[in-house]
């Protein structure tokens, strides 16, 4: 089953503007923050963001039992396209290069506990915005971490 070209990125962050950085499993030194693909077409992008923090953070976003509330997650409105990495472009059908990009914010508790999923991330840290936007390979999740300030909801 291959990928679908529409994903999400989650910045999780903290009141006073530190961010969560994930270490990807599969290239080391490629820190990144929560990213996923809709599991199918109509998967509402607010579904897909909560799903991909829970299975990457172990933090589950949700109105009622969940570590961090649904109101904390806000759609910031901005989509990127960019091209597919080629050492991942096997994981998408044939002639896909390009992914749509769509991106969140997550205000959590400062020492909210971390959970991460072994196949995808060997370790995080929390880094202050700016130095977490140095800290990403990818410009687009660097580019929304630098738009940090502008966009909480404090």
């Known amino acids: 089953?291959?990928?679908?070209?529409?994903?999400?990125?989650?910045?999780?962050?903290?009141?006073?503007?530190?961010?969560?950085?994930?270490?990807?499993?599969?290239?080391?030194?490629?820190?990144?923050?929560?990213?996923?693909?809709k599991d199918f077409?109509?998967?509402?992008?607010a579904m897909t963001a909560m799903r991909?923090?829970?299975?990457e953070t172990g933090i589950i976003v949700a109105d009622t039992g969940g570590i961090v509330p649904a109101s904390n997650l806000n759609?910031?409105?901005?989509?990127?396209?960019?091209?597919i990495y080629p050492v991942w472009r096997h994981r998408y059908a044939p002639g896909v290069t390009k992914n749509t990009e769509h991106v969140f914010g997550?205000?959590?508790p400062r020492m909210t506990p971390i959970t991460l999923a072994p196949r995808e991330h060997l370790q995080c840290k929390w880094l202050p915005y700016r130095e977490a936007a140095d800290a990403c390979f990818s410009p687009s999740n660097a580019e929304a971490?630098?738009?940090?300030?502008?966009?909480?909801k404090l």
Do not use: F
């Open 145 to 152: 971490i630098l738009q940090l300030p502008h966009r909480v």
């Open 75 to 83: 759609d910031w409105h901005v989509s990127n396209v960019y091209e």
């Open 106 to 108: 997550l205000l959590v």
């Open 52 to 55: 991909e923090v829970a299975e």
């Open 1 to 37: 089953m291959y990928k679908i070209p529409e994903s999400v990125l989650v910045v999780i962050y903290t009141e006073d503007l530190q961010v969560l950085l994930m270490e990807r499993a599969d290239k080391h030194d490629y820190w990144q923050s929560v990213t996923g693909s």
């Open 41 to 45: 077409p109509e998967e509402a992008l």
